[in-house]
């Protein structure tokens, strides 16, 4: 009966229709360079960039936490956590710049947002509501076919991925917006009270197919 549960909510999971994920989980339960999520977004040029998810983890090493590829660039976006201790890898157009301050605690709950400007070329990350530095990483659009996904890093468009790349663990409330948000939208996103969702990517309406062992489940509570 458990399988058949299983099986049914993966079917599920990997239908077109857009569902609200409010309240759930994408598991990646084990190492792996195949199980990752496509995400559809709802445009496919950016002239700014907005992208907040929670995830929690027991990797040390280096993973992946969003990759966006094109045909013309395996990292049209990506933010990637480095294996050295508080960096934290941010590239647009293959283009990356390190940033310090990224949590390091394990079997705990990270909230991360990134902005990035176009105009002025400027990305800033945020860790669990605390702002890292303003550093300028690229200018100009985005945009071109674009691949996202969750749990591998690509280095082509839409594969050649990377098993010490790879992100095991829980990620959830995954938004993807085509503007920069501000100080206050972060904040509301990282205390999780009434933030607004994505208009490229949001999680309570989220178009996606599962390729190998990726669950969707019930996010487990705090406390009782």
């Not at 969750?150 to 839409?158: I, K, N, V, Y």
């Amino acid at each position: 009966m458990q399988r058949l549960f299983h099986a049914a909510l993966l079917l599920a999971a990997c239908s077109a229709a857009p569902q609200d994920l409010s309240g759930k989980v994408f598991n990646f339960p084990a190492e792996t360079k195949t199980a990752h999520v496509t995400l559809k977004p709802s445009k496919e040029n950016f002239n700014s960039v907005s992208v907040c998810l929670r995830y929690f983890t027991d990797i040390k090493r280096s993973y992946s936490l969003f990759s966006v590829a094109t045909p013309s660039h395996q990292n049209e976006f990506l933010l990637f956590k480095n294996k050295n201790i508080g960096q934290f890898d941010y590239l647009i157009r293959d283009k990356g710049i390190a940033f310090w301050g990224h949590p390091e605690e394990v079997i705990s709950w990270h909230s991360i947002c990134a902005t990035w400007d176009s105009n002025t070329g400027i990305g800033q990350p945020w860790f669990n509501g605390k702002p890292g530095s303003r550093k300028f990483i690229y200018q100009g659009d985005l945009g071109g076919r674009p691949i996202i996904v969750l749990g591998q890093e690509q280095d082509s468009h839409g594969g050649d991925f990377d098993i010490n790349q790879s992100f095991f663990g829980l990620t959830t409330d995954v938004h993807m917006w085509d503007y920069v948000l501000s100080t206050c939208e972060i904040q509301r996103f990282m205390s999780n009270i009434n933030f607004t969702p994505g208009n490229i990517i949001n999680w309570r309406s989220l178009e996606f197919n599962i390729t190998g062992n990726v669950a969707v489940e019930e996010k487990q509570p705090d406390n009782c």
